[in-house]
């Protein structure tokens, strides 16, 4: 990873080497969560980091990383119903953990009721992006259904089951992981203005047909989110100012080489790539910007953090160079060797443009 100074607005992320002390670059700079993607799971748990989630998704030690959200709020910290929790008044961080299971359908459906039902009280409404870190994502359960079609049935009637509108789903991301279960984290907004994208280059991935399985994936193709500033040191639970300063950022779901509803290109990993990058300007770019009432929109070489995640190995120097030639040369970019959604995906990749 890079040394990259964070910045001093009210939420942001960086990436570290897991060896790296966790302290904050700013004074009155906090710690929200943090996701370490190393080679053994982990938690969640509450500490004076605020949650952590550590997902196997590293083959070594080396090669992980720690995800580090900050916020310019105190932090709070709590837990609800197998849900670990950390807020600063204007965000929400939480996470969660599936042990292995025969199937996952239900347990995913109450960790989603769960997650949805602690966002409501605390009153973060505006769920904004999800992650889901999925062991043996591509294989069929006990009851011969793929594991990613069971999370997603049991994630789809979390969300119907709470009434939550199709139209406010958020980013996402559905992943493989090196180890066993589902591991998971997703943040809120409590007064930032989010506003979910779709792309006009695939059908709403909500929309898919029953093909794809019992029930479609419930996520955007991104989320714009204006967060609002709060001066360091604010209370955690005392309200921004109306005047207060807003910074703009785009959350772009975990994208990949599908079109329509159809994957493209299998085998064939320089076309996959070149189609997922299509892809994400399609669904940033000033058009698609426009047609969801955002005043601009941003470019490959805006996206100043990604995670790409990686079928085969064999492929890794391949996709580096391509996203090398995409993204600017500032932007941290960290690499994954997992599995992904669909079994003949070779790459996806996710990112945060501002």
């Known amino acids: 990873m890079t040394d990259v100074a964070l910045s001093p607005d009210t939420l942001d992320v960086e990436f570290r080497k897991r060896t790296e002390a966790p302290a904050p670059d700013f004074p009155g700079v906090h710690t929200l969560g943090v996701v370490e993607y190393g080679p053994r799971p982990a938690g969640p748990s509450l500490t004076h980091r605020g949650v952590e989630l ?3 998704m590293a083959a070594a030690e080396a090669d992980g990383f720690a995800e580090v959200w900050t916020t310019t709020r105190p932090v709070r910290t709590g837990y609800h119903r197998g849900i670990h929790y950390a807020y600063d008044g204007e965000h929400l961080f939480c996470a969660g953990h599936l042990p292995a299971a025969r199937s996952y359908a239900r347990k995913t459906e109450e960790a989603y009721t769960a997650l949805l039902e602690l966002a409501g009280e605390l009153g973060y409404h505006s769920l904004f992006r999800m ?3 999925i062991g043996r994502i591509n294989e069929d359960n006990a009851e011969r259904l793929e594991v990613y079609r069971d999370f997603c049935l049991g994630r789809a009637t979390a969300f119907e089951k709470s009434r939550y509108p199709l139209r406010r789903l958020s980013a996402a991301t559905g992943i493989g992981a090196l180890g066993e279960g589902i591991s998971f984290c ?5 007064s930032g203005i989010c506003t979910p994208l779709e792309n006009p280059r695939q059908i709403a991935a909500y929309h898919y047909p029953p093909k794809y399985g019992p029930k479609s994936p419930s996520f955007a193709r991104a989320t ?5 500033a709060a001066a360091t040191g604010t209370a955690e639970d005392a309200p921004p100012p109306q005047d207060a300063p807003t910074h703009d950022r785009l959350y772009v779901s975990g994208t990949a080489s599908i079109v329509g509803h159809a994957s493209v290109h299998a085998g064939r990993i320089e076309e996959q790539v070149r189609t997922t990058l299509d892809n994400i300007a399609g669904v940033i770019g000033d058009a698609n910007a426009a047609a969801h009432g955002l005043a601009h929109g941003y470019r490959l ?6 995670k790409v995640y990686v079928r085969h190995a064999e492929h890794l120097d391949a996709v580096r160079r391509l996203c090398a030639e995409a993204f600017a040369p500032e932007a941290e970019i960290a690499y994954l060797n997992v599995d992904i959604c669909r079994s003949d995906l070779l ?6 443009a501002r």
Do not use: C, M, Q
Request: charge should be neutral; charged fraction near 20%; avoid cysteine.
């Open 301 to 306: 070489t805006d996206l100043y953090r990604a």
């Open 347 to 352: 790459v996806e990749i996710e990112g945060i």
């Open 224 to 228: 714009h989110v204006r967060h609002t």
């Open 186 to 190: 997703a943040l809120s907004a409590k």
């Open 131 to 133: 992650w889901n870190f």
């Open 54 to 56: 550590t997902v196997p």
